[in-house]
């Protein structure tokens, strides 16, 4: 399953790449996609919530700590 | 420090980036911010992803420890451990 | 020369006996000049007085006893122990055989090779590896590994790793200058800093909670803010 799971990860990160290439770099030189505010937005918002989840993990690791 | 070395960096990186957007290549530049992280996100799920697939699971080696413990055991008994 | 192996300790009862036996078997199958360092922190299993029988089976200039009142931490057990030493290469390791002193003529090889100051275990390259790792485990080892590699560009591929060989003279530079469990990592990126050469050798190494986790990441970030 480890082996599995780590090329899983690299199919994924493939496909998020190949894709996103073609909806910001490509398409604006030829429309599958959805609106180009998106493209933006998203990322933006997953970035966020990393973030957010990273933040929570923290703290709650620290609480916990303390108590 | 490390700090000021990736500070620099994306401070060079952003003022290029500004300096051009302040009509497809209008179009591919202002979202590019965006392209290098999710790029760079890809990059990282796929190389850790990778390292894991790829990593060793040394199963040879735990064998080899286990069998050489129990000569150890023996040979330590004999000198009266 | 003359190789001196710091084994700092703490309810090892079971590993002390097994990691000695297999470091003496190592070093007398290469023809190597050595003692074995023991640095006991107090443990309250037994540990020394295991210590103490080796010390009788093996001799004590092979197997020095070095213990201390209470548990005090990884960087003074290195001083410690390392006033104590007499040779001029100094190998670090873990005591409960998760490293394998068969590696240990491997890193020697290495450091005369290219006279490097320091020779690294490495899990992370070539033949290197890890037993008993579920996935959880191996995805947060590759993370933290590639996130290290990004911030601090540090030269070596292992830094959280402990399997190391080191000049006496560096090492002891090294633990004045850290002050950080990052430790570890804290010594590869001051010897960076110092222009120290870094060698790596694959290692097998046979076997981490929410805090460990934090830790290291605070450790992490502040070696990137001021190194």
Same mark, same amino acid.
């Given at each position: 399953?480890?082996?599995?799971?780590?090329?899983?990860?690299?199919?994924?990160?493939?496909?998020?790449?190949?894709?996103?290439?073609?909806?910001?770099?490509?398409?604006?030189?030829?429309?599958?996609?959805?609106?180009?505010?998106?493209?933006?937005?998203?990322?933006?918002?997953?970035?966020?919530?990393?973030?957010?989840?990273?933040?929570?993990?923290?703290?709650?690791?620290?609480?916990?700590?303390?108590? | 420090?490390?700090?000021?070395?990736?500070?620099?960096?994306?401070?060079?990186?952003?003022?290029?980036?500004? *300096?051009?957007?302040?009509?497809?290549?209008?179009?591919?530049?202002?979202?590019?911010?965006?392209?290098?992280?999710?790029?760079?996100?890809?990059?990282?799920?796929?190389?850790?992803?990778?390292?894991?697939?790829?990593?060793?699971?040394?199963?040879? *080696?735990?064998?080899?420890?286990?069998?050489?413990?129990?000569?150890?055991?023996?040979?330590?008994?004999?000198?009266?451990? | 020369?003359?190789?001196?192996?710091?084994?700092?300790?703490?309810?090892?009862?079971?590993?002390?006996?097994?990691?000695?036996?297999?470091?003496?078997?190592?070093?007398?199958?290469?023809?190597?000049?050595?003692? %074995?360092?023991?640095?006991?922190?107090?443990?309250?299993?037994?540990?020394?007085?295991?210590?103490?029988?080796?010390?009788?089976?093996?001799?004590?200039?092979?197997?020095?006893?070095?213990?201390?009142?209470?548990?005090?931490? +990884?960087?003074?057990?290195? %001083?410690?122990?390392?006033?104590?030493?007499?040779?001029?290469?100094?190998?670090?390791?873990?005591?409960?055989?998760?490293?394998?002193?068969?590696?240990?003529?491997?890193? %020697?090889?290495?450091?005369?090779?290219?006279?490097?100051?320091?020779?690294?275990?490495?899990?992370?390259?070539?033949?290197?590896?890890?037993?008993?790792?579920?996935?959880?485990?191996?995805? %947060?080892?590759?993370?933290?590994?590639?996130?290290?590699?990004?911030?601090?560009?540090?030269?070596?591929?292992?830094?959280?790793?402990?399997?190391?060989?080191?000049?006496? &003279?560096?090492?002891?530079? +090294?633990?004045?200058?850290?002050?950080?469990?990052?430790?570890?990592?804290?010594?590869?990126?001051?010897?960076?800093?110092?222009?120290?050469?870094?060698? &790596?050798?694959?290692?097998?190494?046979?076997?981490?909670?929410?805090?460990?986790?934090?830790?290291?990441?605070?450790? +992490?970030?502040?070696?990137?803010?001021?190194?």
């Amino acid at each position: 399953t480890d082996q599995v799971v780590g090329l899983g990860l690299v199919a994924v990160s493939l496909i998020i790449f190949t894709y996103y290439t073609a909806w910001v770099i490509l398409l604006p030189f030829i429309h599958y996609f959805l609106p180009r505010a998106y493209a933006v937005a998203i990322p933006l918002a997953a970035g966020l919530l990393l973030l957010l989840f990273v933040g929570l993990f923290i703290s709650y690791v620290m609480l916990k700590t303390k108590r | 420090t490390k700090l000021a070395q990736w500070l620099w960096g994306l401070a060079i990186l952003g003022s290029t980036w500004v *300096a051009l957007t302040t009509l497809s290549c209008q179009e591919v530049l202002w979202p590019l911010p965006a392209y290098l992280l999710v790029s760079a996100g890809c990059y990282a799920l796929g190389t850790v992803g990778y390292r894991v697939a790829t990593f060793h699971d040394c199963e040879d *080696a735990a064998r080899e420890l286990q069998s050489q413990i129990q000569e150890a055991r023996a040979d330590l008994a004999r000198r009266g451990l | 020369n003359k190789y001196s192996v710091l084994l700092p300790t703490y309810n090892e009862r079971e590993n002390l006996p097994l990691i000695v036996w297999l470091l003496v078997k190592s070093f007398s199958e290469s023809g190597i000049n050595y003692e %074995i360092i023991i640095i006991d922190d107090g443990s309250p299993d037994g540990t020394r007085d295991v210590a103490e029988q080796l010390e009788k089976i093996y001799g004590s200039d092979r197997i020095l006893l070095r213990p201390r009142e209470k548990k005090l931490g +990884l960087g003074t057990a290195y %001083i410690h122990g390392m006033k104590h030493a007499t040779g001029n290469y100094i190998i670090i390791m873990d005591a409960d055989l998760s490293h394998h002193p068969k590696f240990i003529p491997e890193f %020697i090889r290495k450091q005369k090779e290219g006279n490097f100051d320091i020779v690294s275990g490495t899990r992370y390259k070539g033949n290197g590896g890890v037993y008993g790792w579920d996935l959880k485990r191996k995805i %947060i080892s590759r993370g933290a590994n590639f996130l290290t590699q990004i911030l601090l560009r540090p030269g070596a591929s292992d830094l959280t790793g402990s399997f190391r060989l080191y000049r006496k &003279e560096v090492l002891e530079k +090294l633990i004045e200058k850290c002050v950080s469990g990052v430790f570890q990592m804290e010594m590869i990126v001051r010897a960076r800093q110092l222009n120290y050469t870094i060698g &790596e050798v694959p290692i097998s190494f046979v076997d981490l909670g929410g805090n460990e986790i934090v830790s290291f990441l605070k450790g +992490l970030l502040t070696l990137f803010a001021t190194t």
